[in-house]
C-alpha cells in the first residue's frame, strides 16, 4: 500500500519556473533514492534528477544549472524547482522512489511511480 503523489505541473511561460512535488505515503518503512522522469510525446521517458538519501544528486544535462531536486525526509516528499523553462522541457514529470515498506508480514523493497504531473512551456 505505497503511493506515490505528484502535484505543481501547469502552463507556464518560457523562462518561467515551477515547483513539483511528490509525496510517498503507505506503511513506509524506507526511502533510499526519490527522483523525477518525464516523457515527451513520442519520445521515451528520461531522468530528469534523482537524490539519493545520502543526498548525492544526479541530473540530465540538460537540466543542471536550471532545476534542483530537493527532499524533506520527515515528509516523505521530494522536490523538483524549475527555473528557467525552455519549451523543450514540455513533458510529462513522473516521480519515482526507492521504497522498502512493510505489508503486516515483511518487508519489501521495490520502484514505484507517481501518476505524472503535465508541465507545459509556451507562450
Known amino acids: 500500500q505505497v503511493q506515490l503523489v505528484e502535484s505543481g505541473g501547469g502552463l507556464v511561460q518560457p523562462g518561467g519556473s515551477l515547483r513539483l512535488s511528490c509525496t510517498a505515503s503507505?506503511?513506509?518503512?524506507?526511502?533510499?533514492?526519490m527522483g523525477w522522469y518525464r516523457q515527451a510525446p513520442a519520445e521515451q521517458r528520461e531522468l530528469v534528477a534523482t537524490?539519493?538519501?545520502?543526498?548525492?544528486?544526479n541530473y540530465a544535462d540538460s537540466v543542471k544549472g536550471r532545476f534542483t531536486i530537493s527532499r524533506d525526509n520527515a515528509k516523505n516528499t521530494t522536490y523538483l524547482q524549475m527555473n528557467s523553462l525552455k519549451a523543450e522541457d514540455t513533458a510529462v514529470y513522473y516521480c519515482?522512489?526507492?521504497?522498502?515498506?512493510?505489508?503486516?508480514?515483511?518487508?519489501?523493497?521495490?520502484?514505484?511511480w507517481g501518476q505524472g504531473t503535465q508541465v507545459t512551456v509556451s507562450s
Open positions: 503507505g506503511s513506509i518503512f524506507r526511502i533510499s533514492t
Open positions: 537524490m539519493a538519501s545520502s543526498g548525492t544528486t
Open positions: 519515482t522512489a526507492d521504497i522498502t515498506y512493510h505489508n503486516g508480514i515483511g518487508y519489501y523493497t521495490g520502484d514505484y
